[in-house]
């Protein structure tokens, strides 16, 4: 008997403060699997991990918290001073949150799957095994506005976190589908009932 084929892969990206984690949400209230990158780039840093191992290599043992984790406040600091080493820290996880997505849609059984990657644009190169790219979309002064507001931070730290990511121009030229959420959070349920019936429908030709 052949192998089911794997679920439709749906990328779910968007600049910080957009909403991803909104969409997601819904799209786990519909009983669709929701797989996120910012779960991987945890669990591939594990205690115990050849991530982590590759860390301290890196970095030396001084980036351990004393329960053996990463200490991931002073990995912060250290990388936005210092872009060389965020470029080392991302050279380790980025390809093993790579293969984690993967593998997962690869053994996914549900007609369609997500994967939420915050910085798809920045490296789509790699992504190219996806199906489908849904981006949440706002105005870079709504994020703006978001971003102060969610995470308590100056005007200059939020103009520069927004910097780092690739420009709104960018991500749109990506999509395949794109949710406009600069409105109330409550319009997100009707969009996502529809890209929900979208996608069911997707799966189905597919296969």
Known sequence: MSERPRALAVALTGGV???????????EALGVPVHD????AREVIEPGSSGLAAVVEAFGAGVLAADGRLDRPAMRRRIFADPAARKT???IIHPRVRQWLQQRALAERAPYCVLAI???AENIAH??????VLLVDVPERVQLQRLLARDGIDEALARHMLAQQAGRAERIALADEVI???????????AVADLHRRYLALARHER
Do not use: C, I, Q
């Open 127 to 132: 992504y190219r095994w996806v199906d489908r």
């Open 118 to 120: 915050p910085l798809l």
């Open 180 to 190: 406009d959420n600069s409105g109330d959070e409550t319009d997100l349920d009707h």
């Open 17 to 27: 403060a957009a909403g991803k984690s909104a969409v997601s949400r819904r799209f």
């Open 89 to 91: 820290l991302e050279a």
């Open 37 to 40: 990158a910012d779960m991987a």
